[in-house]
């Protein structure tokens, strides 16, 4: 009974660190894949921008066919498709813009975004005017304006377009570089740990065993025997 009582009395408090030490490796490898999680939620966001960033230009360029084309048109059959083409591009872009500021990061691509956003505004203020002198069959005007304003405007909205595109893409890259390198290491440490951790217990535990408790079983039976 006293043998039971001395090998309780030290395994205990061993397994008791064994086991904190068990609960502490699994909650870093638990926060490890919170990091990771997160950090993909981050690169999934750069992807998302990227992919808006594609459409919003898609529908630029869209707008600047429609301006050409509308001053082509000479009937107002062949214009109010023109138009309500228009209207769609342009609500599928608020869309599109609101649905990229969720997304986009404070700071410089924020001061890009701005610029872009005032770009834009005024393409469309140059866009209604042009539709109006086409409306008012003044067609060489109209074009003349399409070709000096729309292609200039539409040229530094590509321009922002492309750094917000870059700085995403280089954002995206960074992201996932840096943190599988981050995540790998962590991970890799997590283990290591945990396994030097449980082959050092166990290595206590056979010390413990065969230095402590078995030579005070054997000093116990010898005590009981002479007594």
């Known amino acids: 009974m006293k043998n039971i009582k001395i090998r309780y009395r030290i395994l205990v408090p061993l397994l008791m660190i064994v086991l904190m030490l068990i609960v502490s490796c699994i909650g870093t490898i638990v926060n490890e894949d919170k990091m990771y999680n997160i950090s993909r939620e981050m690169s999934e966001n750069n992807a998302t921008s990227v992919s808006l960033l594609g ?12 301006a050409f084309a509308h001053c082509s048109a000479l009937r107002d059959q062949d214009m109010e498709p023109l ?5 769609n591009l342009m609500e599928e872009n608020k869309l599109l ?3 990229f500021e969720t997304v986009l990061d404070p700071g410089e691509e924020t001061e890009t975004y701005n610029k872009f956003l005032s770009y834009y505004n005024e393409f469309l203020v140059s866009m209604d005017e042009i ?3 086409s ?33 995403n893409k280089q954002g995206l890259d960074n992201a996932i570089q ?10 890799f440490v997590s283990f290591m740990l945990m396994l030097t951790g449980l082959v050092l217990s166990i290595m206590i535990v056979l010390m413990i065993e065969l230095n402590v408790i078995k030579p005070i079983s054997q000093l116990d039976r010898e005590l009981g025997i002479i007594v």
């Open 55 to 66: 459409d919003i230009s898609t529908n630029v360029e869209s707008i600047k066919r429609i």
């Open 83 to 87: 138009e309500t083409e228009y209207t």
């Open 97 to 99: 813009f609101s649905e």
């Open 131 to 133: 539709l109006v002198l």
């Open 178 to 187: 840096e943190n599988a390198s981050i995540y790998n290491s962590a991970r």
């Open 135 to 167: 409306r008012d069959n003044r067609n060489d005007v109209a074009s003349a304006m399409a070709t000096k304003y729309l292609t200039s405007q539409g040229e530094m909205i590509s321009s922002q377009i492309e750094i917000m595109l870059n700085s």
